[in-house]
């Protein structure tokens, strides 16, 4: 909670640094006792309820959004195992052997709060609000899934320590499924309802979206949720494709006994990842505007998933190309992996779209019939520049 606290205030200097402003820097040294501020200010306010509200959904919909996004941290280990006097102590809340498809299972029900916030408001902006989620989640949430399947196929196993483990001998898996990665990142995105994929709470549409109606502690519930739930998504960005705690160009954290030393290492290793991504969040909502939402559908449906599909039949035949040629999963077997991905980042990049989907000129028109209308618009502005001349 402190952590979601602060990346709200990380949020508000960040963004102040980009615009060339000061941000919160009144309460306390440098500001950072404004979160504490705007807590109390939050547990003081009035509640208020919409006069035909669904009362018991409403009041129950910010719990909703808010628990998933708190639990979804349990799985994800962020150091090496701590050696104690009671024995091993593993750096992780709960070691499940489901891993991370309890997070993607679990991050997933955060919609329902969402939902029912829109519709329980009674209020036309907050149900638009709750729909466009829930279609975007939808969308993005196979995706997403999808982009895991890789890392599945190159560890074996779904137990978060494993795909780190296998990312120490092999290498990043941003390197060897970078567009998996690509993939991952984007869906993250869309996941956190975060720009440019806050269409959910547009504020130029639907007022506030679906907390419209929502005050007080009800109202903070929701970006808390979306805050945990962007360093849920960068937490586990950093450990499927970034090597977790892993530190990096050396084998000494994997190799002998475990050590504070090395607890303390690895934790700052995957907390500077994680920071890093958080960053990469707030860098990326200062900076892009939103879709419209065709496109941001259009990306989801005809771009994200294709690619995905095919995706997983590339590598999964790769892998099992490699397997069967007896290379070792090792340095040549993930350079294999690094080459084939290069050539599909490339065609990706330059080949795929160009423009056509997810441009911000983007229409349904056709070429040609987008043409005869430039020539239909040309052809009255030259007879109205001749008109001009006679009179």
Not at 48 to 67: E, K, Q
Not at 149 to 159: A, D, E, P
Not at 310 to 334: E, N
């Amino acid at each position: 909670m402190v952590t979601v606290a602060y990346t709200t205030f990380a949020e508000r200097r960040v963004s102040a640094w980009i615009q060339d402003r000061h941000g919160p820097n009144r309460v306390g040294p440098q500001g950072v006792l404004q979160v504490i501020a705007d807590g109390v200010k939050n547990f003081m306010k009035e509640e208020t309820y919409p006069g035909f509200a669904n009362r018991t959904l409403f009041i129950l919909a910010p719990g909703l959004a808010f628990l998933p996004a708190m639990l979804t941290w349990a799985v994800i280990p962020f150091g090496s195992p701590l050696p104690t006097p009671w024995g091993r102590i593993d750096l992780v809340v709960a070691d499940l052997p489901v891993g991370f498809l309890f997070t993607l299972a679990i991050s997933s029900v955060g919609v329902y709060g969402i939902v029912l916030a829109g519709w329980s408001s009674n209020n036309k902006y907050a149900l638009l609000g709750g729909l466009r989620s829930s279609a975007q989640m939808v969308s993005y949430e196979i995706a997403m899934g999808m982009s895991t399947v890789c890392v599945l196929l190159l560890s074996g196993n779904v137990t978060l320590n494993t795909v780190i483990q296998q990312q120490s001998h092999m290498g990043w898996n941003a390197l060897l499924l970078s567009v998996a990665c690509f993939i991952f990142l984007i869906a993250a995105f869309a996941e956190t309802n975060r720009v440019p994929f806050d269409l959910p709470e547009a504020e130029s549409e639907l007022v506030a979206g679906y907390h419209t109606e929502y005050s007080a502690m009800k109202y903070s519930m929701f970006p808390i949720a979306e805050y945990a739930n962007m360093i849920t998504a960068s937490a586990m960005m950093a450990t499927l494709f970034f090597g977790g705690w892993d530190i990096p160009f050396t084998q000494w954290d994997n190799t002998g006994d475990f050590t504070v030393l090395k607890s303390i290492l690895t934790f700052g290793s995957f907390a500077t990842k994680v920071v890093f991504f958080i960053f990469f969040y707030i860098w990326i909502r200062w900076t892009l505007p939103r879709f419209r939402y065709d496109q941001l559908m259009s990306l989801g449906w005809k771009v994200l998933l294709p690619i995905a599909l095919i995706y997983v039949v590339v590598i999964a035949t790769a892998v099992v190309t490699l397997d069967k040629a007896g290379v070792v999963r090792g340095p040549l077997f993930g350079g294999v992996l690094f080459a084939i991905n290069v050539v599909l980042m490339g065609a990706i990049l330059l080949v795929l779209d160009r423009g056509r989907i997810i441009s911000p000129a983007y229409s349904r028109l056709d070429r040609g019939r987008v043409q005869r209308l430039r020539d239909v618009s040309s052809g009255r502005r030259t007879l109205n520049h001749a008109a001009d001349k006679g009179a």
